[in-house]
């Protein structure tokens, strides 16, 4: 990954800055320096993405939508993809942490626990959303969508949505964080973001 989060606590010397921001250069990165706080800046854009994909799952009649909307919208993968690469254990692990810091806003959604719970038991439980279909082409797990199915059955329907609303629905989120990352001073200048 290209970029590099330098994470200035409240002891850090301008120096300290100065020699990591050097350092991530030399080594061909992008440093960004952030203000201490959970999640720093990535995981605290990322986080509410991925939650509201968590949302969609269970309201969209096709999962694969999630994907293709976030690719035709310009990201280099979907949220699903994207989760099988972090990992649904660490995507877990990184949620609680933000909801406790920042409540409400960051509540994991239910097909997020729900996949925690099954990971945790154990056994034959899902280890990643998707499943190779061949030549490069992917699809969703049975099993979780097994899962997603008891959820929206349990949820009840909704109506449909376009894809530009499901790329909507995962983006803003981002925005709205971003905004409030910029309003705490966790970085100083909207570019960064």
């Known amino acids: 990954m290209p970029l590099v989060e330098i994470v200035r606590a409240e002891q850090t010397s301008q120096e300290a800055i100065a020699v990591a921001l050097a350092l991530t250069q030399k080594m061909g990165k992008t440093p960004i320096v952030v203000r201490e706080c959970a999640g720093f800046l990535v995981n605290r854009l990322l986080m509410p993405y991925m939650n509201e994909a968590g949302f969609l799952l269970t309201e969209v009649n096709d999962p694969m939508e999630l994907e293709k909307a976030a690719i035709e919208f310009g990201?280099?993968?979907?949220?699903?993809?994207?989760?099988?690469?972090?990992?649904?254990?660490?995507?877990?692990?990184?949620?609680?942490?933000?909801?406790?810091?920042?409540?409400?806003?960051?509540e994991p959604a239910p097909v997020w626990k729900?996949?925690?719970?099954?990971?945790?038991?154990g056994?034959?439980?899902?280890?990643?959303?998707?499943?190779?279909?061949?030549?490069?082409?992917?699809?969703?797990?049975?099993e979780v969508a097994k899962m997603i199915a008891q959820l929206r059955r349990e949820q009840g329907s909704t109506e449909p949505l376009s894809r530009t609303e499901i790329a909507e629905r995962m983006v803003f989120p981002i925005i709205n964080e971003a905004a409030r990352c910029l309003d705490e001073g966790i970085v100083d200048h909207a570019e960064q973001v």
């Open 75 to 106: 990201f280099p993968m979907g949220p699903l993809k994207l989760t099988d690469l972090v990992g649904a254990g660490v995507a877990s692990k990184v949620s609680k942490v933000l909801y406790d810091a920042f409540g409400a806003r960051m």
């Open 123 to 142: 056994g034959s439980a899902p280890q990643t959303l998707l499943i190779k279909k061949g030549k490069g082409k992917r699809e969703l797990n049975p």
């Open 114 to 121: 729900k996949l925690a719970e099954l990971q945790q038991q």
